[in-house]
Each structure stands twice: as structure tokens, then as C-alpha cells.
């Protein structure tokens, strides 16, 4: 288990579950996120890439090369998107923005959803030595503080399928977040797919659509 990252100069009022992730002051609740660090990022959104079409799905090799996870009942699920061609940002960004799309239609009819809120962007800043750092706005404003485990856990699991990255730290306006493991306790440490693998299905690739 990690122990609690220490409180930095500035925290978020209302986490995730307040509108606008806006910082405030006073000790965090349970289970919210909060801003730790200033430090500069480099921002350059890329084009989203096409929804994965249902052959990538049922070609991919389950368990291997880059996947999104989405939620089926209250468990985490991958959906295979083929095979990762190079270890950049360009490619951990396509990923991330896939992910922040949503489901598919197809995926829908098929039982996922997502934790994460209609409005939310991911964005790849930057990848150095393992750790891939990603910008979030609009993450998840209503949902409720049991679930942002499972928010989380998407975008952790999601981006280390990419090719390079071994862990994530999430940041909003370049300042790292500290957010909730599975168990409730709060970090600023990078974040790996074993903090989050509690939270995955039995069943880790969605079916073939």
C-alpha cells in the first residue's frame, strides 16, 4: 500500500465531485482529489483517432498491446484496439482521447459504460523514464466518491497498455493531483495498473462485438 502523499500549498475544494475541480482551502475529505506542485508541461492536443472498428476488436490479442478500459456493472473491462507501433506521446494521446469518447454504440449495446463524465479531456503532456504525465479537465464532476477509484483506474489502466509507459501521474493546470487507490487512500505518486488491477473483471477483454 502507498502511504498518504504529503498536502501541498494548495487544495482542491470538492475534488472530483465538485463542479470545475476549482482549488479552495481548508483539509480535503476522503477521497478527493487535490493539487500538490506548480511544475511546467508542454500541451498539444492531438486528433482523435477513429472508433476501433469490430474486427480490430476480435483480432487483437487478449491482455496485450494497447487497450481502453470501460466499466461493465461495477468492474473495469478491456476492449483490445489493435498493436501499438511506437513508444511516444502521439500515440498514449490517441489512446487517452479514445477513452475520454466513450463507448462505441456497439459498446453500449454490449453493456460498458464509463465512470468518466461526458465533458472530460485527457491529454498526454509528457513521457519520460516510464511515467507519462495527463492533463484532465472536466474530470468526473458529478460522480460519486466510490466511484473515483474507478475513474482513476481508467485512465491508469488505459494509458500503460501504451508502448513505454509504466506509470501515470494525472495534473491539472501542470500541478500534479492527488487522487484515490481502490482502498481510499490518497497519492501524488506515479501510478501503476497494479494499483488499480482489484478493480478489473474476471473476464479482462470485452467480447468481440
Known sequence: MRAPAPVGATALAA???AAGLLAGCGAPAEGQVREIGPTEVPYG?????PEPTADSSATAE????????????????????GTATSDSTDHLDALLQRLSAGPGRQERADGLSSALGTDV????TDLAGGTA???????AQNIAADRLPLAVGQVVLTATTAPG?????LVRDGKVLEVPLPGGEQTAGPLTAADYTSLVGSDRTA???
Open 133 to 139: 504525465r495527463v492533463a484532465v479537465t472536466g474530470l
Open 62 to 81: 487478449a491482455g496485450s498491446g494497447p487497450r481502453v478500459y470501460f466499466l461493465q456493472g461495477d468492474a473495469l473491462l478491456a476492449v483490445p484496439l
Open 15 to 17: 475534488g472530483l465531485l
Open 45 to 49: 492536443l492531438l486528433d482523435p483517432p
Open 121 to 124: 479531456q485527457l491529454r498526454a
Open 165 to 169: 509507459v509504466d506509470s501515470v501521474q
Open 207 to 209: 467480447p468481440a462485438s
